[in-house]
Each structure stands twice: as structure tokens, then as C-alpha cells.
T-cell receptor
Framework: GDSVTQMEGPVTLSEEAFLTINCTYT??????LFWYVQYPGEGLQLLLK?????DKGSNKGFEATYRKETTSFHLEKGSVQVSDSAVYFC???????????FGTGTSLTVIP | DAGITQSPRHKVTETGTPVTLRCHQT?????MYWYRQDPGHGLRLIHY???????DKGEVSDGYSVSRSKTEDFLLTLESATSSQTSVYFC???????????FGPGTRLTVT
């Protein structure tokens, strides 16, 4: 079945460091891929998305590229800020759109 | 803001008691979802609905039932709560051609 595997945390970075959070998936066909962010005490917010191979999703300085050949959708940001501290979830939607599969989440802490 | 509210936001209940959580949306979205979030598991789908009185099971549906008698409300019921159902419960709606989902603020349920 469909599934998402993302890098274990927690991750601690200094402000202005480069961020990569790895995400790989297993799915039939070409699923849609997403990154969500969850700030403490809140629900999940959609961060970015991509629907087909080589698509690049971007938002708030974060980017992720849909790589069909490596079944990956790694999240990157060139310079993190303290306000980026949160839990990040990779997710995919199956071909029907009825089922979403989430990774286990990666906690990011950015220190000044 | 997808206009999703959840109630209650926090609840403590005893083992064996019935519990109903409510998800309310204001924008007539057809698809609604219930997830639970637990450490180390990310979010897991409990049930979803694709219209009034149309529902289907997700990955972790045992011990839960749902009802949707009108478009705006999707109810999750624990018929006899157990300690293993202590969790944070999120409701979501689906919109867009990319099947992206938008989440409510969550309900923290503790079963003692």
C-alpha cells in the first residue's frame, strides 16, 4: 500500500543554517505530494504541494521537488529562522484523493 | 482559513463512557475526514465522509463510528472509550484539484 517515510528527528539548527528534511514515498502511479507544518498547540497547515514529476512546490522560503526516479520529496530551506521551529509532516494523496498518508513528523528547533 | 471548528477542544472522560466529537465547516465542502495524532505515528485516518450519510473507514477505524446528517457537521463517536483512544483528534476537509486537505484546530481527548 501507499506510505510515506520521513527522516527521524528531532532536528536542531542554528539560525540561518540550511535545512533539509528527507521524505520518500511508496505509491501507485503519480500521487500528489505535500508538506504540512504544525506549530505548538495548533492544527496542521499546508506548507507546499506538488502534483507531478519535477514539479517544485515553494512557500515562505521552503522548497521541495517531486522526484519520481528516487520517489522523494525532500523539504529544504536556505536560511532557517527561529519562527520556523515546528513539526513538519510529509504526506501523499492517493490517486482517488480519498486517502491521505502522513509521515511520522520531524520536529525542528531553531536556536538563535 | 477553511472555516473548520472542532468541539470540544479538550475533554477528559472515563473508560467505558461514550464520547462524541464534533467537526463543523461553513463552506459546504463535500469531503470531511477524522484523524488521530499520536507520537511516533504521525496522523492516521479514522473515517472519512464523501457526502451526507456517505462514509467510509480509514486505517484505524476500530472502536469509532461517524455520522454525517448534514453537510456542515461530521461527528466522531467513541462508543465506549478506552485508554488507547487518548489522543489528539483532527478534523479536515478536502478541496482543490490537488486533493489538498485543511485541518481544524484539534481536540485533545484524555481517557482515564
Amino acid at each position: 500500500g501507499d506510505s510515506v517515510t520521513q527522516m527521524e528527528g528531532p532536528v536542531t539548527l542554528s539560525e540561518e543554517a540550511f535545512l533539509t528534511i528527507n521524505c520518500t514515498y511508496t505509491a501507485t502511479g503519480y500521487p500528489s505530494l505535500f508538506w504540512y507544518v504544525q506549530y505548538p498547540g495548533e492544527g496542521l497547515q499546508l506548507l507546499l504541494k506538488a502534483t507531478k514529476a519535477d514539479d517544485k512546490g515553494s512557500n515562505k522560503g521552503f522548497e521541495a521537488t517531486y522526484r519520481k526516479e528516487t520517489t522523494s520529496f525532500h523539504l529544504e530551506k536556505g536560511s532557517v529562522q527561529v519562527s520556523d521551529s515546528a513539526v513538519y509532516f510529509c504526506a501523499l494523496s492517493d490517486l482517488t484523493g480519498n486517502q491521505f498518508y502522513f509521515g511520522t513528523g520531524t520536529s525542528l528547533t531553531v536556536i538563535p | 482559513d477553511a472555516g473548520i471548528t472542532q468541539s470540544p477542544r479538550h475533554k477528559v472522560t472515563e473508560t467505558g463512557t461514550p464520547v462524541t466529537l464534533r467537526c463543523h465547516q461553513t463552506e459546504n465542502h463535500r469531503y470531511m475526514y477524522w484523524y488521530r495524532q499520536d507520537p511516533g505515528h504521525g496522523l492516521r485516518l479514522i473515517h472519512y465522509s464523501y457526502g451526507v450519510k456517505d462514509t467510509d473507514k480509514g486505517e484505524v477505524s476500530d472502536g469509532y463510528s461517524v455520522s454525517r446528517s448534514k453537510t456542515e457537521d461530521f461527528l466522531l463517536t467513541l462508543e465506549s472509550a478506552t485508554s488507547s483512544q487518548t489522543s489528539v483528534y483532527f478534523c479536515a476537509i478536502r478541496l482543490g484539484q490537488l486533493y489538498e486537505q485543511y485541518f481544524g484546530p484539534g481536540t485533545r481527548l484524555t481517557v482515564t
